[in-house]
């Protein structure tokens, strides 16, 4: 944790709720109105740096409120703007207020998921195959599904051509702690060569 985020963190207890720390530890942490943050944590373990960045964003996104939502329908619009170009250049169709509405949803539900896998206290990530030139991306069975209906016995070394869908990996357990464990949540969809 750095030590401008924990003097930010801890402005902000002193405003609205109470912070104690003692010997490099996080011995209480309290919001307003009572409620317990979390106590006894090491304050340089990963445990509660991802408790204090789940507690953070909450709290955040609570007190943001209106401002929260101007900014996201602000880069809603623009990313919406921004695909309605790239599609009306590759393809010979204009932008319809049926694909704008549907763009929007899913650029806003995309906008939402990715808020809510930031608060959670294990570390969520999306992760996308990159396909590079001059490079062969083999398939994994462990993070990928092939979308081709094949077999996954007989993918294990087929290079993947395309990637329709990213995957979403967890590290760590639900109280932010033991980031050895990887679970991979969904995998990504992707499309091996054929043979």
């Known amino acids: 944790m750095t030590p401008t985020l924990l003097a930010c963190r801890a402005r902000w207890l002193r405003r609205s709720g109470s912070l104690r720390v003692s010997s490099r530890r996080v011995v ?15 304050a340089s373990s990963p445990e509660s740096a991802n408790q204090w960045r789940s507690l953070t964003l909450t709290i955040l996104k609570k007190d943001a409120g209106e401002t929260l939502q ?13 695909v309605n170009t790239l599609l009306d250049a590759v393809t010979n169709t204009t932008s319809t207020e049926a694909r704008d509405q549907g763009l929007h949803a899913l650029v806003a539900s995309a906008v939402d998921l990715s808020r809510q896998l930031a608060v959670q206290k ?14 062969r991306i083999l398939f994994d069975a462990e993070t990928m599904e092939d979308i081709g209906g094949e077999d996954e016995d007989g993918l294990a070394d087929r290079e993947i051509c395309c990637v329709t869908f990213p995957g979403i990996v967890k590290r760590g357990d639900e109280s932010g702690g ?10 990504a969809k992707v499309l091996c060569t054929p043979e």
């Open 28 to 42: 209480s942490c309290s919001l307003p109105g009572g409620r317990d943050a979390g106590t006894d944590i090491p």
């Open 70 to 82: 101007r900014e996201t329908a602000t880069i809603v619009d623009t990313v919406v703007s921004k």
């Open 122 to 135: 294990a570390v969520f990530r999306v992760e996308m195959p990159e396909i590079l030139p001059h490079q």
């Open 178 to 187: 033991h980031l050895q464990y990887r679970n991979v949540i969904a995998k």
